[in-house]
């Protein structure tokens, strides 16, 4: 092998390993500064992002928020450290410790919005970034179905709560959280109540995987066991849970939020826990558990009283503690043994001592021995359920009970029986990065409880509760309460637990158990999919039949009946209207009507194509005509560029003289439709230039142009100051369309190129240097008089294309030195650099900053810099690549 690719090798080893590391320091470095600058009474920020829109990017930490932030990296930080050894012989980790590190912006993102719709955006996102971290292993087909199950489920829970979120912004009239809160005394009589609630909860519970949403969960273990330990344990399905304790205050009056949550998180719970006994896969165990879990945190929230949610705040940590550590050890089990059947597993404390250790803590918490974390967690959920209805305690017994018994399971049958001595041989525990994450989880379990809870009471679970439920009396948490009936619960609990591990260890009893036949919530959602995508396949064979003149008559006859369905009043028209028009106006009327008509009615390609570029020159002779100089220019350069662009694909295109003629019937059903279209049109436009002129928006814009943006050139001080955003929008479509036809563009017969004369090639090379630095001018120029980055560009391109047509693709490429979507790409950068440099100096995205002279010069000329080269990158990138496939 040569020297020097095992130098380079050994280079990019090194960095990605580094880049690992980093990876792990930024989940621990927020970690450690939130407990640093933490303080109980809150904190809030604010950044006016479009402050004339009322749209602001709000943050806070409070108890809640403060909770998630510290699961989310702290636990975090332990993920990475296990990921790097877990996954250290995959070929793409890097690329799966930069999913795991997006998807925990995402879950921060989502915590510490204030805003909901800026919540919102954050929750998508984390549907987005598991997608991909559940799929990872794309090469297996139950990874993607898997992954793609959780992003429809998850994903159609975002539409229902994006509703909802936007009826309860507009019932309050701010999308705030701390403004919604405050309001919401007065928000059970509004009319969209009921609706706002039942969307936030179709969107909550589908994240949450409750029931019957629930399957996508265990599904998802199809995920390295990274993303199981981190996502389904302590973030991703609990951001269900933080939104329905975050809105708590504002539905937590309606008996309609309280029952659903009751009736949904026990229903959830108890057919979790009745699956979760009959699997023998440990990492489905604990995804069933997790549900059951969810479930009961689910039913906490919906009974809503003082001691409920103080139960359901403990449960979070203590469930995010044991799990991700439960987690964690089976993945080390899979890895030592290649499986997490329980029936094909015995005897691995003996060579794997550190990982048993971790897993005892971690069930043991689990089960709720005191005086773990999990022992007080469900001390407080008994209080809660006794508090409620001796119903919900027996719910909640039966369910821990069951718990208890998965915990003994997880760690007796894979650990305990040993019945081969020689697997004493094989020591397992050799890499710290693999035990010492779920150890150090686990034993915090105890620890906590032990040596933190009056800091975690003060910092966390008083300020939480409050967070909830606003003006409670908070009581202070105590591992012991003494003796009494929530503690008698957690005996009997632990007894009931053990009988029902011994009783599904038992062989009749275990058949028995998988002699119960119930319904696959997977399979029936994968059947739904299938029956979907049939009726959408028939659907497609039907409207999709490769005729474009069948789509164009559909779409404009759908075109004429929207613009017909709200009645026009007739424009009033008078002989001396049309008396005032010129000489000039007439004949552009009428040669446009000519050119329309040519274009329709001829039967040869060059004519139509010509007719229809003449359409586009004389239209640009309108706009010059009615003093719009800039709209002229830049039509009259993407006419020329159309031009070039039918010229490279004329060979391509059907001859006109074999396409099947249209009936008469057909012919006239066009004629009927063109006309009417252009008639609606005209009117409209007619009715809309005689209506008044309100000059209050263009004064503003002639009044600030020249004071505040410092340009006499009005259009191109509103692209490149007052709305460079929608500039940046446009000029982003460029691109994407330009990178979009290469994908399109793949493989066609090349046409052999036509010969060019010695006095094209010369002049090409006389013009394009010319149109250059020309368009270079009109870029400088274009702040204060016709011209700027877009009509720069498109002269800039119209150069390369001349050289393009009189040497090569090659030619020009060795010329420009970069590839021309790099250099599109490094245009919208550098737009967006030009926002960035406003937000720095603390005023809102895309804010023109200018430095005051002789020659004001500020960051519109930058974003206008951008613009050009995005322009000049994107579409000269579509002509080399469609030159250089078809010829």
Not at 119 to 136: A, H, K, N, P, R
Not at 182 to 191: F, I, K, N, S, T
Not at 462 to 484: C, D, F, L, R, T
Request: proline content about 4%.
């Amino acid at each position: 092998m040569n020297k020097d690719h095992v130098s380079l090798s050994s280079s990019l080893s090194r960095w990605s390993s580094h880049l690992m590391w980093g990876f792990t320091l930024i989940p621990a470095c927020i970690f450690i500064s939130a407990l640093y600058f933490y303080q109980p009474a809150g904190m809030y920020w604010s950044y006016a992002w479009a402050p004339s829109l009322n749209v602001y990017l709000d943050a806070r930490i409070d108890g809640l928020s403060f909770l998630f932030l510290l699961l989310i990296t702290g636990v975090g930080t332990l993920i990475q450290i296990y990921a790097m050894a877990y996954m250290k012989k995959v070929g793409n980790r890097l690329s799966f410790h930069l999913y795991l590190t997006l998807f925990m912006f995402a879950m921060l993102g989502l915590v510490l919005s204030d805003n909901i719709l800026l919540m919102f955006v954050f929750w998508e996102l984390t549907t987005f970034t598991s997608y991909l971290l559940i799929g990872f292993e794309h090469e297996k087909a139950e990874a993607r179905k898997n992954a793609l199950h959780s992003l429809l489920v998850t994903g159609a829970g975002g539409l229902a709560l994006l509703a909802g979120l936007i009826l309860l912004g507009e019932m309050v009239g701010s999308y705030q959280f701390r403004f919604i809160i405050e309001h919401a005394a007065a928000l059970p009589e509004h009319p969209w109540f009921t609706a706002s609630l039942i969307l936030v909860l179709l969107g909550a519970l589908t994240k949450s995987a409750q029931f019957p949403f629930h399957f996508w969960l265990p599904g998802a273990m199809a995920a390295p066991t990274p993303v199981s330990a981190y996502l389904h344990s302590a973030t991703m399905v609990k951001a269900g849970i933080y939104l329905l304790a975050r809105l708590s205050p504002v539905y937590n009056e309606s008996a309609l939020w309280c029952n659903s949550l009751i009736i949904v998180g026990g229903g959830t719970a108890l057919w979790s826990a009745l699956i979760a006994v009959r699997q023998t896969d440990l990492k489905l165990i604990l995804a069933y558990s997790t549900n059951c879990a969810l479930g009961k945190l689910t039913l906490l929230l919906g009974i809503g009283s003082e001691l409920a949610i103080t139960a359901a705040v403990l449960f979070i940590m203590a469930h995010a503690l044991y799990k991700a550590a439960l987690f964690m050890v089976i993945g080390n089990i899979y890895k030592a043994k290649g499986t997490r059947d329980i029936n094909l597993l015995h005897g691995l404390s003996s060579i794997m001592t550190f990982s048993f250790i971790a897993a005892v803590i971690a069930a043991l918490s689990k089960a709720g021995l005191p005086p773990l974390f999990g022992f007080l967690s469900k001390e407080y959920m008994y209080k809660a359920g006794l508090e409620m209805t001796v119903a919900v305690a027996v719910i909640l017994l039966f369910v821990n009970s069951i718990m208890v018994a998965l915990a003994i399971q997880v760690v007796y049958r894979p650990f305990l029986p040993i019945i081969n001595k020689s697997v004493t041989n094989q020591r397992q525990d050799y890499d710290p990065g693999l035990w010492l994450p779920p150890l150090l989880l686990a034993t915090s379990s105890f620890v906590i409880p032990i040596f933190m809870l009056d800091w975690l009471n003060e910092n966390i679970i008083s300020p939480a509760i409050s967070s909830i439920k606003p003006h409670s009396v908070v009581e202070i948490v105590k591992i012991w309460q003494g003796i009494n009936i929530p503690l008698l619960l957690s005996g009997l609990t632990l007894l009931l637990g053990y009988f029902i591990f011994r009783s599904i260890n038992n062989n009749k009893i275990w058949n028995a158990l998988h002699s119960i036949s119930t319904p696959d919530a997977s399979m029936v959602f994968q059947n739904m999919l299938n029956n979907m995508l049939t009726v959408a396949s028939w659907q497609t064979d039907i409207l999709q039949n490769k005729k474009l003149s069948l789509y164009m008559l559909v779409f404009f006859t759908v075109l004429l009946l929207m613009l017909t369905s709200v009645p026009l009043s007739l424009p009033s028209l008078s002989l001396q209207s049309f008396s005032m028009l010129s000489f000039h106006e007439a004949g552009l009327a009428i040669l446009m009507v000519i050119s329309a008509l040519s274009c329709a009615i001829s039967r040869s390609r060059l004519v139509s194509v010509a007719s229809l570029c003449a359409i586009g020159f004389l239209t640009t002779l309108v706009f010059s005509l009615y003093s719009a100089p800039d709209v002229a220019k830049t039509l009259l350069l993407v006419e020329t560029l159309m031009v070039v662009f039918v010229v490279l694909l004329m060979g391509y295109f059907p001859p006109i003289e074999r396409s099947l003629s249209h009936s008469i019937i057909r012919k006239g059903g066009n004629l009927v439709i063109a006309v009417g279209i252009g008639g609606v049109v005209t009117m409209t436009m007619i009715h809309i230039i005689q209506q008044p002129i309100d000059m209050a928006v263009p004064s503003f814009y002639a009044e600030q142009s020249l004071t505040a943006g410092y340009g006499r050139n009005v259009v191109n001080v509103i692209l490149v100051d007052f709305r460079a955003f929608d500039t940046l929008g446009e000029i982003l479509v460029v691109v994407v369309a330009g990178i979009s036809s290469v994908a399109l563009i793949t493989h066609m017969d090349k046409k052999a190129p036509l010969p060019h004369s010695i006095i094209f090639r010369s002049t090409a090379h006389i013009v394009a240097p010319l149109m250059m630095l020309f368009s270079i001018y009109l870029l400088l120029r274009g702040h204060n008089a016709p011209g700027g980055g877009f009509i720069g560009a498109l002269i800039a391109v119209s150069g390369l294309a001349l050289l393009i047509f009189a040497e090569s693709p090659q030619f020009v490429r060795q010329r420009i030195y970069f590839q021309p979507f790099n250099i599109a790409i490094g245009g919208v950068l550098l737009g967006v650099l030009a926002g960035i440099t406003a937000m720095i100096v603390g005023m809102p995205f895309l804010t023109a900053l200018w430095w005051n002279g002789n020659t004001p010069v500020g960051t519109p000329l930058l974003f206008d810099l951008g613009v050009y080269l995005a322009i000049v990158g994107g579409v000269t990138g579509m002509l080399l690549h469609i030159k250089e496939r078809l010829h």
